[in-house]
């Protein structure tokens, strides 16, 4: 298992950002994949997660109404998180992280994670 994220980097506050999670060595169904993120200091937060099973949706209260997870419909292993008007306390780095089965919010319940992206919102 395998989970590889791309797409971060350095963005102006306002701006957007779409972060990818690729997947191998399983398949996304009945698997929960979840973005986490950890700035300096700070604890490591829940962004985001989609339950592959049913396609279930969950967000943090700090990115609703501005984030986006999705799963490419053509790429069936490729899991993303689109990122809309992007604030300097997004600023951290951004992990992708899975499970069997459903979404749960703490993140000692997911077994396989990725390598993280950095994503930097500041002017």
């Known amino acids: 298992v395998l989970l590889v994220e791309s797409g971060g980097g350095l963005v102006q506050p306002g701006g957007s950002l779409r972060l990818s999670c690729a997947a191998s060595?399983?398949?996304?169904?009945?698997?929960?994949i979840a973005w986490f993120r950890q700035a300096p200091g700070k604890e490591r937060e829940t962004v985001s997660c989609?339950?592959?099973?049913?396609?279930?949706?969950?967000y943090g209260d700090s990115v609703k109404g501005r984030f986006a997870t999705s799963r490419d419909t053509t790429k069936d292993t490729v899991v993303y998180l689109q990122m809309n008007d992007l604030k300097p306390e997004d600023t951290a780095v951004y992990y992708c992280?899975?499970?069997?089965?459903?979404?749960?919010?703490?993140?000692?319940?997911?077994?396989?994670w990725g390598q993280g992206t950095q994503v930097t919102v500041s002017s």
């Open positions: 060595g399983f398949t996304l169904d009945y698997h929960a």
């Open positions: 992280a899975t499970r069997q089965g459903w979404c749960q919010g703490t993140s000692v319940l997911y077994d396989y």
């Open positions: 989609i339950s592959n099973n049913d396609g279930t949706l969950y």
